[in-house]
Protein backbone atom coordinates (compact mmCIF):
# COMPACT_ATOMS: atom_id res chain seq x y z
CA UNK A 1 0.00 0.00 0.00
CA UNK A 2 1.05 3.57 -0.71
CA UNK A 3 0.87 7.19 0.88
CA UNK A 4 0.65 10.38 0.33
CA UNK A 5 1.83 13.25 2.73
CA UNK A 6 1.31 16.99 1.53
CA UNK A 7 2.94 18.65 4.30
CA UNK A 8 1.47 22.08 3.91
CA UNK A 9 -2.93 22.47 3.75
CA UNK A 10 -2.45 26.30 3.03
CA UNK A 11 0.52 28.26 1.30
CA UNK A 12 0.06 32.04 0.66
CA UNK A 13 2.48 33.37 -1.27
CA UNK A 14 2.95 36.83 -3.45
CA UNK A 15 2.71 36.93 -7.01
CA UNK A 16 5.55 37.15 -9.73
CA UNK A 17 7.38 35.40 -5.97
CA UNK A 18 8.32 31.92 -6.18
CA UNK A 19 6.49 28.39 -4.64
CA UNK A 20 6.95 25.27 -3.85
CA UNK A 21 4.36 22.62 -3.08
CA UNK A 22 5.50 19.93 -0.68
CA UNK A 23 4.91 16.25 -1.41
CA UNK A 24 6.48 12.97 -0.30
CA UNK A 25 5.09 9.61 -0.19
CA UNK A 26 5.81 5.55 1.42
CA UNK A 27 5.49 2.73 -0.88
CA UNK A 28 6.82 -0.83 -0.54
CA UNK A 29 7.02 -0.91 -4.88
CA UNK A 30 8.15 1.29 -7.38
CA UNK A 31 5.62 4.15 -7.90
CA UNK A 32 4.55 6.68 -10.81
CA UNK A 33 3.25 10.22 -9.20
CA UNK A 34 1.33 12.98 -10.49
CA UNK A 35 0.14 16.43 -9.68
CA UNK A 36 -3.25 17.50 -10.34
CA UNK A 37 -4.65 21.23 -9.84
CA UNK A 38 -8.53 21.79 -8.89
CA UNK A 39 -10.10 25.42 -9.22
CA UNK A 40 -13.14 25.70 -7.37
CA UNK A 41 -15.98 23.51 -8.13
CA UNK A 42 -14.02 22.16 -11.00
CA UNK A 43 -12.75 18.11 -11.46
CA UNK A 44 -8.47 17.45 -11.68
CA UNK A 45 -6.60 18.64 -14.47
CA UNK A 46 -3.03 16.93 -14.67
CA UNK A 47 -0.18 19.38 -14.46
CA UNK A 48 2.35 17.19 -14.81
CA UNK A 49 3.53 13.03 -13.97
CA UNK A 50 6.89 11.12 -13.60
CA UNK A 51 6.76 7.92 -15.21
CA UNK A 52 10.27 7.32 -15.90
CA UNK A 53 13.58 8.95 -17.32
CA UNK A 54 14.68 12.11 -15.98
CA UNK A 55 13.70 13.25 -12.61
CA UNK A 56 13.03 16.70 -13.21
CA UNK A 57 9.49 17.27 -15.09
CA UNK A 58 8.13 19.91 -16.76
CA UNK A 59 4.24 20.24 -16.49
CA UNK A 60 1.69 23.03 -17.78
CA UNK A 61 1.50 26.59 -16.48
CA UNK A 62 5.18 26.72 -16.29
CA UNK A 63 5.19 24.24 -13.12
CA UNK A 64 7.64 21.27 -12.63
CA UNK A 65 8.40 19.32 -10.38
CA UNK A 66 11.64 17.12 -9.37
CA UNK A 67 11.92 13.49 -8.34
CA UNK A 68 13.31 12.27 -5.18
CA UNK A 69 13.76 8.94 -4.86
CA UNK A 70 16.18 8.56 -2.19
CA UNK A 71 13.99 11.36 -0.09
CA UNK A 72 10.76 9.54 -1.14
CA UNK A 73 9.53 13.12 -2.47
CA UNK A 74 8.07 15.21 -5.58
CA UNK A 75 7.96 18.79 -4.63
CA UNK A 76 6.20 21.18 -6.98
CA UNK A 77 7.76 24.21 -8.18
CA UNK A 78 7.19 27.41 -10.38
CA UNK A 79 10.02 30.18 -10.38
CA UNK A 80 6.47 33.04 -10.56
CA UNK A 81 3.23 32.77 -9.92
CA UNK A 82 0.27 34.55 -10.69
CA UNK A 83 -3.01 35.19 -9.65
CA UNK A 84 -4.86 32.64 -11.80
CA UNK A 85 -2.37 29.77 -10.02
CA UNK A 86 -4.91 30.36 -7.04
CA UNK A 87 -6.13 26.88 -6.92
CA UNK A 88 -5.87 23.67 -4.67
CA UNK A 89 -3.44 21.18 -5.19
CA UNK A 90 -2.88 17.34 -5.49
CA UNK A 91 -0.26 14.95 -5.28
CA UNK A 92 -0.68 11.25 -6.36
CA UNK A 93 1.12 8.22 -6.32
CA UNK A 94 -0.08 4.64 -7.59
CA UNK A 95 2.32 1.76 -7.80
CA UNK A 96 3.97 0.39 -11.50
CA UNK A 97 1.69 -2.85 -12.26
CA UNK A 98 0.92 -4.10 -15.91
CA UNK A 99 -2.68 -5.16 -16.90
CA UNK A 100 -5.03 -3.51 -14.15
CA UNK A 101 -6.45 -0.51 -12.99
CA UNK A 102 -4.32 2.34 -11.63
CA UNK A 103 -5.27 3.09 -8.44
CA UNK A 104 -4.00 6.62 -7.41
CA UNK A 105 -4.11 7.75 -4.01
CA UNK A 106 -4.54 11.41 -3.30
CA UNK A 107 -2.84 13.30 -0.60
CA UNK A 108 -5.11 16.00 0.98
CA UNK A 109 -4.32 19.10 -1.27
CA UNK A 110 -2.44 22.02 -0.41
CA UNK A 111 -4.55 25.39 -1.30
CA UNK A 112 -2.39 27.96 -2.94
CA UNK A 113 -3.17 31.49 -2.69
CA UNK A 114 -1.52 34.25 -4.74
CA UNK A 115 -1.91 37.68 -3.35
CA UNK A 116 -1.33 40.54 -5.23
CA UNK B 1 -9.76 13.83 -28.64
CA UNK B 2 -11.06 12.11 -25.13
CA UNK B 3 -13.67 13.80 -23.35
CA UNK B 4 -15.61 12.67 -20.47
CA UNK B 5 -19.16 13.93 -19.45
CA UNK B 6 -21.05 14.14 -15.68
CA UNK B 7 -24.38 14.64 -14.70
CA UNK B 8 -25.31 16.77 -12.65
CA UNK B 9 -23.70 19.05 -12.05
CA UNK B 10 -25.34 19.64 -8.82
CA UNK B 11 -28.02 18.05 -6.86
CA UNK B 12 -30.13 18.30 -3.61
CA UNK B 13 -31.56 15.26 -2.43
CA UNK B 14 -33.58 14.69 0.53
CA UNK B 15 -32.31 11.85 3.53
CA UNK B 16 -33.62 8.51 2.19
CA UNK B 17 -33.84 8.98 -1.78
CA UNK B 18 -32.31 7.07 -4.22
CA UNK B 19 -29.24 8.32 -6.15
CA UNK B 20 -28.10 8.12 -9.67
CA UNK B 21 -25.49 9.55 -11.18
CA UNK B 22 -23.65 9.10 -14.83
CA UNK B 23 -20.31 9.30 -16.39
CA UNK B 24 -19.44 9.05 -19.98
CA UNK B 25 -16.58 8.90 -21.59
CA UNK B 26 -16.34 9.57 -25.68
CA UNK B 27 -12.74 9.09 -27.84
CA UNK B 28 -11.74 6.10 -26.41
CA UNK B 29 -12.52 2.09 -25.88
CA UNK B 30 -12.01 0.08 -23.02
CA UNK B 31 -11.39 2.55 -20.39
CA UNK B 32 -10.67 1.77 -16.70
CA UNK B 33 -13.21 3.68 -14.61
CA UNK B 34 -13.57 5.29 -11.54
CA UNK B 35 -15.63 7.01 -9.38
CA UNK B 36 -14.12 9.40 -6.52
CA UNK B 37 -15.48 11.24 -3.65
CA UNK B 38 -13.99 14.04 -2.14
CA UNK B 39 -15.33 15.59 1.24
CA UNK B 40 -15.07 19.41 2.10
CA UNK B 41 -11.44 20.27 2.48
CA UNK B 42 -10.33 16.56 1.81
CA UNK B 43 -8.58 14.73 -0.53
CA UNK B 44 -10.39 12.28 -2.81
CA UNK B 45 -11.33 9.05 -1.86
CA UNK B 46 -11.43 6.30 -4.28
CA UNK B 47 -14.75 4.56 -4.32
CA UNK B 48 -15.17 2.00 -7.21
CA UNK B 49 -13.40 1.54 -10.66
CA UNK B 50 -14.11 -0.96 -13.26
CA UNK B 51 -11.71 -2.21 -16.24
CA UNK B 52 -14.51 -3.32 -18.22
CA UNK B 53 -18.22 -4.16 -18.60
CA UNK B 54 -19.68 -5.33 -15.83
CA UNK B 55 -16.92 -5.30 -13.56
CA UNK B 56 -16.81 -3.56 -10.47
CA UNK B 57 -14.48 -3.27 -7.41
CA UNK B 58 -15.26 -1.70 -4.17
CA UNK B 59 -13.14 0.43 -2.48
CA UNK B 60 -14.81 1.48 0.38
CA UNK B 61 -18.20 -0.81 2.19
CA UNK B 62 -20.80 2.02 2.31
CA UNK B 63 -24.38 2.47 1.19
CA UNK B 64 -22.85 3.23 -2.66
CA UNK B 65 -23.07 0.83 -5.87
CA UNK B 66 -21.75 1.17 -8.95
CA UNK B 67 -22.62 -0.56 -12.07
CA UNK B 68 -21.22 -0.38 -15.86
CA UNK B 69 -23.42 -1.38 -18.40
CA UNK B 70 -21.77 0.10 -21.57
CA UNK B 71 -17.71 -0.07 -21.98
CA UNK B 72 -18.13 4.23 -22.14
CA UNK B 73 -20.87 4.59 -19.04
CA UNK B 74 -20.39 4.61 -15.48
CA UNK B 75 -22.89 5.17 -13.02
CA UNK B 76 -23.10 5.81 -9.29
CA UNK B 77 -26.58 4.76 -7.40
CA UNK B 78 -27.63 4.93 -3.99
CA UNK B 79 -30.74 3.27 -2.54
CA UNK B 80 -30.94 5.24 0.64
CA UNK B 81 -29.07 8.83 0.67
CA UNK B 82 -27.54 9.28 4.19
CA UNK B 83 -26.49 12.87 5.55
CA UNK B 84 -22.65 11.25 5.52
CA UNK B 85 -23.14 10.85 1.56
CA UNK B 86 -22.99 15.20 0.88
CA UNK B 87 -20.10 15.66 -0.76
CA UNK B 88 -17.91 16.41 -4.48
CA UNK B 89 -18.23 13.41 -6.65
CA UNK B 90 -15.78 12.95 -9.52
CA UNK B 91 -15.38 10.30 -12.44
CA UNK B 92 -12.23 9.23 -14.12
CA UNK B 93 -11.04 7.55 -17.11
CA UNK B 94 -7.65 6.15 -18.10
CA UNK B 95 -6.48 3.92 -21.15
CA UNK B 96 -5.00 0.35 -20.40
CA UNK B 97 -1.73 1.75 -20.75
CA UNK B 98 0.70 3.49 -18.71
CA UNK B 99 -1.27 7.52 -18.85
CA UNK B 100 -2.58 9.05 -15.77
CA UNK B 101 -6.34 9.50 -14.87
CA UNK B 102 -8.25 12.09 -16.49
CA UNK B 103 -11.22 13.68 -14.12
CA UNK B 104 -15.10 15.15 -15.49
CA UNK B 105 -16.18 18.67 -13.78
CA UNK B 106 -17.81 16.53 -11.02
CA UNK B 107 -20.95 16.49 -9.23
CA UNK B 108 -22.21 18.56 -6.27
CA UNK B 109 -24.42 16.27 -3.85
CA UNK B 110 -25.83 17.83 -0.90
CA UNK B 111 -28.30 15.95 1.61
CA UNK B 112 -30.70 17.62 3.29
Known amino acids: AQSVTQL ?23 VYLFWYVQYPNQGLQLLLKYLSGSTLVKGINGFEAEFNKSQT ?33 FGSGTQLTVLP | SQTI ?4 ATLVQPVGSPLSLECTVEGTSNPNLYWYRQAAGRGLQLLFYSVGIGQISSEVPQNLSASRPQDRQFILSSKKLLLSDSGFYLCAWSAQAEEPQHFGDGTRLSIL
Do not use: M
Not at chain 1, 15 to 28: D, F, G, K, T
Not at chain 1, 75 to 99: N, Q
Open chain 2, 5 to 8: HQWP
Open chain 1, 8 to 30: DSQVPVFEEAPVELRCNYSSSVS
Open chain 1, 73 to 105: SFHLRKPSVHISDTAEYFCAVTHISSGSARQLT
